[in-house]
């Protein structure tokens, strides 16, 4: 590995142990074995690093979000049983102790003391709105300038951020596949029914 990808190795490392606010630019440095120099040189600053590093972890976790693409069930795209069975996959990354999924609740607080990765990743939101598209729907990523990644896509991530934060707050209380699913079912059949009368 060159210094580029051991600064990318070394940071992950860090985000994990010591979260986004905590993490210096030494202590990557220690993790990776490099310099300081080659911070600046390969990723511009060591928040612009750990903001990659951060989509880096959540990219090694994400093929788990769908099953890199297979149901189990062999659930269709776009139906119900699909919906279930991806948010039970992606509870499934915040259910453990060392869930990257406590650095999202750190940005979304304290944000502010890192505010070029804060940034950063807020740029990156419609990114991964586009990737949740198709495991949910089936088919290709929408362009990114599509309609669907400003609905669509933000309605996943608007869920996502939702899960984190209650899984992060208290597991024990935390929304289960089946219950989302149950309440979007029941918005469906609401709104096929049509407004009650007054």
């Given amino acids: 590995m060159g210094h580029r990808e051991d ?9 994990l142990e010591k979260g986004f606010v905590r993490t210096t630019a030494r202590d990557i440095v220690k993790a990776s074995g490099t310099n300081l120099a080659s911070i600046g040189y390969h990723y511009g600053s060591k928040d612009k690093l750990l903001g990659q590093a951060y989509l880096a972890l959540v990219e090694e976790v994400s093929d788990q979000f769908d099953g890199a693409g297979r149901t189990r069930t062999g659930a269709a795209p776009g139906s119900l049983e699909r919906f279930e069975e991806v948010w039970s996959n992606i509870i499934g990354t915040m259910r453990g102790p060392d869930s990257l999924w406590h650095l999202s609740m750190e940005i979304v607080a304290m944000g502010d003391l890192v505010p070029e990765v804060r940034d950063y990743l807020a740029r990156e939101q419609r990114e991964a ?4 598209i198709p495991m949910f ?25 939702g899960l984190i934060a209650q899984w992060q707050f208290d597991p024990a209380t935390a929304t289960r596949a089946g219950e989302l699913t149950e ?8 709104a096929a029914e049509g407004p009650r009368p007054a």
Avoid: I, N, S, W
């Fill in 7 to 15: 600064l990318l190795d070394g940071a992950k490392r860090c985000l």
């Fill in 129 to 132: 709105a586009r990737g949740l």
């Fill in 137 to 161: 729907q089936g088919g290709e990523e929408p362009a990114v300038g599509h309609p669907d990644v400003d609905t669509l896509g933000k309605f996943y991530t608007t869920l996502m951020m």
């Fill in 183 to 190: 309440g979007l079912r029941l918005v469906m059949k609401a």
